[in-house]
């Protein structure tokens, strides 16, 4: 029996602001020690009341407009009840009815094809505390670190539009850059800022069989969900296969044993009992207000590739790799712009050199690393200042040293020598010198010039102009006797 797969994808990040959604508390930074980012309306005291982070809001909007969502001129914040350790008031602050934006979609790239998966709702809500499971000579207990809670939390419900482990994982880092590009999230998974639950379930492809929807959480990187939902995929086909019966619940991905887990049955939404928040009116987004945001939205990903290859002409390949991340996409344009338009050399500069240096940075973020540099260095060769061998020399140690490539060219002495009159003299040199070489070449083996470039380049300190010196001694092998 043939199965389908059934995916839907629910992600909660976490929106960069300052302060907290309902407080003006500092949203805490990941490594601060443990509850000293909490005021009184993270802790839930008797007697506080929320205010509406306008931020928040903004950025969840810009999401919504991002995905192609329609953005409801009313919108409201209701109380989702519910009773776990990690939530402080016994209730959190989300939206059920009128979330900030609703019925849009996700276009993205998979396997070589175009993909589109409905967005159904983007709402915002607050984060909740975060519990630390511990076990020492005292037992096992679980700790409550309340820096968390409060945080201006969107969540991100796509339709079950995704049929394999493979798409969700695509789908994933798709939402992730488009959040990252129009500054909505961090969108870094090792902080907890891009959490993932996956709905899935299966159906046989005569309709005969229908699978309930479990629910799976605890995955802490894309490679984990994906691994997660395959391992559902099997579970629950072969259950299905053996007639065995499965439950709609909540299962938790176990990283060291690549399983998932029972942790509970799922709830359902008459479970929290949902009400509108008393203490915050309605909210109205203004026609003006949505123009507002959409004006000063950044150029999203799937468009800056798209330019890239129209006013750059880039490859796709070259433009999928320098949009990937804003912040390259950035630096990439201002030393095309700096080197004089030299859009090509910079794309090879910057996914060859500056890629590398990242790499051994710990990655791009951790460069400092200026545009003028990379673009001076490229204006150098253009110009026939240095040759390419040189100016990598010259970059590397620009880039540690601070200085600037032309400074370092000048106190080093590396400036190329294209005087014919040394070429001249060295390029006979070479050839009196290395016979064996002269007679390949003579005997028809072309190929053996290059052997004898190499010793000129050599005795010129590698700084001799390589198409003078290939000239020179062309010239010379094809006029002796």
Not at 78 to 84: A, E, G, I, T
Request: charge should be negative; hydrophobic fraction near 40%.
């Amino acid at each position: 029996m043939e199965f389908q797969t059934i995916i839907g994808l629910e992600v909660h990040a976490q929106v960069l602001t300052n302060s907290k959604m309902f407080s003006a508390c500092p949203v805490p930074s990941p490594d601060a020690p443990p509850n000293t980012t909490v005021d009184p309306v993270s802790l839930g005291l008797p007697g506080t009341l929320p205010t509406v982070n306008r931020a928040a809001v903004e950025k969840t909007i810009m999401t919504g407009l991002a995905l192609g969502c329609e953005i409801p001129r009313y919108t409201r914040f209701d109380r989702k009840n519910y009773m776990y350790p990690d939530l402080m008031k016994g209730y959190q602050i989300s939206q059920y009815e009128l979330p900030l934006a609703i019925n849009g979609v996700l276009e993205f790239e998979h396997e070589g094809e175009r993909r589109q998966v409905g967005i159904t709702r983007v709402h915002l809500e607050e984060d909740t505390a975060r519990l630390a499971h511990v076990s020492d000579g005292n037992g096992s207990y679980s700790l409550v670190d309340v820096n968390r809670a409060g945080v201006p939390l969107m969540e991100i419900v796509s339709e079950p539009d995704i049929t394999s482990p493979a798409e969700a994982r695509s789908y994933l880092i798709a939402l992730r850059q488009i959040l990252r590009y129009i500054g909505a999230s961090t969108g870094n998974m090792d902080e907890g800022a891009f959490r993932v639950d996956a709905n899935i379930s299966q159906r046989s492809t005569d309709g005969s069989i229908i699978g309930p929807k479990v629910e799976v959480k605890n995955m802490n990187s894309f490679r984990s969900v994906e691994r997660a939902l395959e391992y559902e995929v099997e579970r629950q086909r072969k259950a299905l296969l053996n007639g065995e019966t499965l439950v709609q619940e909540t299962r938790g991905w176990v990283e060291d044993q690549q399983i998932t887990v029972s942790q509970r049955t799922k709830e359902f939404a008459e479970d929290y009992r949902y009400f509108p928040e008393p203490d915050l009116p309605p909210l109205e987004v203004t026609e003006s207000w949505v123009t507002e945001i959409r004006t000063g939205m950044a150029e999203l990903p799937a468009a800056r590739l798209e330019r890239f290859e129209r006013e750059y002409g880039l490859s796709r390949a070259d433009a999928a790799i320098l949009t990937e991340e804003s912040e390259v996409a950035d630096f990439y344009e201002e030393v095309t712009r700096l080197s004089g338009g030299e859009a090509g050399e910079a794309a090879k500069w910057v996914t060859g050199e500056v890629f590398a240096l990242a790499r051994g940075a710990g990655g791009f973020a951790a460069l400092n690393l200026q545009p003028e540099t990379v673009a001076e260095v490229i204006r150098l060769v253009g110009d026939g200042t240095i040759t390419l061998r040189t100016a990598k020399e010259v970059f590397a140690e620009a880039a540690t040293s601070g200085q600037s490539p032309a400074e370092i060219v000048e106190a080093r002495g590396l400036a190329q020598i294209s005087d014919a009159g040394l070429i001249q003299q060295v390029a006979a040199e070479v050839v009196a010198d290395n016979p064996d070489a002269v007679a390949d070449y003579k005997a028809g083996r072309k190929q053996a010039i290059g052997f004898l470039i190499g010793q000129a380049m050599r005795r010129l300190r590698g700084a001799g102009n390589p198409d003078i010196v290939r000239a020179e001694l062309t010239r010379i092998l094809e006029n002796e006797d």
